[in-house]
């Protein structure tokens, strides 16, 4: 999403006070850390004419489909943690996303500043699945980042709304992560939104259908829902649009 | 994977040695641990004459696709996990998996048994993310299993590897965290096969190609590759058998 | 297309000249003759909880994904194409198609209609695949429209155009059907756009790359050519709005 | 389907007495008779470090996703068609495919071949939009081939069928003018197998499901049904082996 141009407007969502918890991928996390401290996803073509992987390897570029990252930004990253002084070795991965969050410089696009900023909990249940976390554990060997603290948690919040609802972008563990906190809860997802390219018949989760939720208790019987077989990248800037429009008109 | 029938795929897989390194899902252990328990998947249709999942919710059966899995299931899991005495709360999320292993009873198609047994490293980089953890955490509230370890672990193994080979089968998680530790290795690998659903154009890593990787130094610019289009439940059982059939014909 | 609200969209493209020849399926011209007879697609919901087919069969209403056709469109259909006297039964297709677009009411979004009022030639390859031509055949049982004069004017105006270049939505016969016209012209496609949900691993010309039409000389080595992957109803509003923006702006 | 290597396949069902219709594209026609002329597809790799359309281009040879056409292979069509002596321009295309089948020579995968010798009827609704009936339309200049008969003969077929089932590969035209003959039929499609990668929710036809197809009534509400999301390739040698198996054991 952070690659493709969408950290601005995840950031938005947040500061909008559209987003209440925020669960995510390591991914998202690294790449949001990279704007952050400067560094920047450069945009490109996936023309056969011009792509060549194995000359972008030579030249230290990475690619993620069209966009370009290059090698450097991981030792900037790197630079960044290697000077941290970590408070608690053994806090959940959202206190430390938390904590993080503040260290950072101000950025007008951060997703993880106005976390911080607005204390909006991160959860990333695969935290160790990225860049961030390799290099945080390159040079903070004794890290334990509570990960079955974060799980707890996120069963807590959703155990003590009041009501709740979902926004799924993609899939993957990030929308487990968040309908297995559901699925034991007296009060299940009173509305759902998937937005995904991800089918059904695949038979994964991501793609599964939120009917199919339904049968788990994770999603209300009488909720309202809509799955859209988009790329995220056109949808949400609409959604963003729409949502702020119909706030400052109330 | 395990709800569609794929257990005793994967359990032949390990017990023939064809896997070095088992990366997986904690739906995957979590679904394998239900059938070492003796409880079942049940089959089942989606077609919409016959499909309720409010009736099913009331029914206490949730719903994967067209696969069925009665909530006792986790109740069984649950009884299993709470008398479990953990020699270790920080210990890695891989030598759990492996001390859990020798636990769970004898199973001809177990997936963690077989991995014990052969003492095949099994990493779960979003372990949290499952029905098996949080019987775990509610059970023991101190566990802190150390993911960071598991993901330094998996690092060595690629840093070490004379040579390597990949096989990826579907995406997410696993996909990235293999990858990730074959970036920074002098020998990255010199094989690579992906069965999946996912296409490059959503951007995600799922679906990206195996070529965008090598721009990333996580497979060699030499590697043979290559990426079917294809549900795994049908590639799996194939490849299986090939190679079963090659490795006894020589 | 018409099902799913575009028929104001594309009659829009010809009304404001960016459309030169039109190439379409037989579905396109029945649900266009169907709107501008007056009769309307019903807009519906695709949620479990309230799709019956059967039920809907019962009540005469033909479903296309998330819209409704009652069957007495097809009578009024029938009833305007029992009473045409058609002045030539070997006409091309395109001459028929231009004749019948006079003889339709007026009707401010037609395609047909604004087809014939600005004289775009109309070309559709399968035509007898449709409701339209079902009810013509039904009562002009001597009618013979000729097919093959058709493909022949197609590769006439391919070959003598100064410069072309394709826009195509979808895939099927229409993209073929131009296509082949340019394979063995002096001059092939300049410029190419594909709006599509259709990829290339199945093999099929719909999902085909527009580089692979370069070696067949349809497209030119040099053209600027580009796919997008979504779904032609969101593509089609914001392409016309930029190309109306433009125009209007130079 | 044939560049594929499906001839022999599609060939064998109709020898078994599998298929009693067959309705079929341009392109499967045109690349069966390349194949029974004594021409082949080459199989070949979409490796982009191997790929170049443009150098293709140059050496006039023609991709197909993974296959290879060489352009010498129509002008062998052409060379044949040319010399045709066809004894009806106004035939239906049905019956001219029973004829051309005659005149094509021996071969022991031509699908045109033995659909002539069992009479089994073929229909292409979209003829003309395929390279053998641009080489029959520049070479026979008064050729008009009938396709309102063939449209009319498909809906006889489906009117006077006792019972009638369907199996779709992929979709498209034939697809609709399958179903379309069914529509008004006394007997509707008592079963249905779909083989597709399309999907509903681009609307199109292809990726419709065939309950679906209930609503406008062509196939029964009390028909067995499956869609399978499969490449063809892959599903057809498996269902002919399987077809076979029970024909025999019986």
Known sequence: MVPAGM???????????????????????????????????????????????????EEEMNRIYDVFLPNKVYEGIEDFVSKLTIPDYNMSVSSFLNFFGKELPENSNSILKICSEKNIPIFCPAFTDSGLALQLGFHHQKLNLNHFKDMLEMVNLAWDAK??????????????????????????????????????ESGGLSGATLREAMSWGKIN?????????????????????????SKYEH
């Open 163 to 200: 009501s709740s609802g979902v926004c799924i972008i993609g899939g993957g563990v990030p929308k487990n992560f968040i309908f297995q906190s559901l699925q034991f809860c007296p009060n299940s997802a009173s509305y759902a939104i998937q937005i995904t390219m991800d089918r059904p």
């Open 221 to 245: 019987e009488k909720a309202k829902y809509s799955t859209v077989i988009l790329d995220a990248t056109i949808a949400l800037p609409i959604i963003l649009w729409y949502l702020k429009k």
């Open 7 to 57: 950290q601005g407007i995840i950031h938005d969502f947040i500061e909008e006070d559209f987003i209440d918890v925020f669960v995510t991928t390591g991914a998202t996390l690294t790449h949001d850390v990279a704007e952050t401290l400067g560094f920047h996803h450069l945009q490109g073509e996936v023309d056969i004419r011009d792509l060549n992987d194995v000359k972008l390897h």
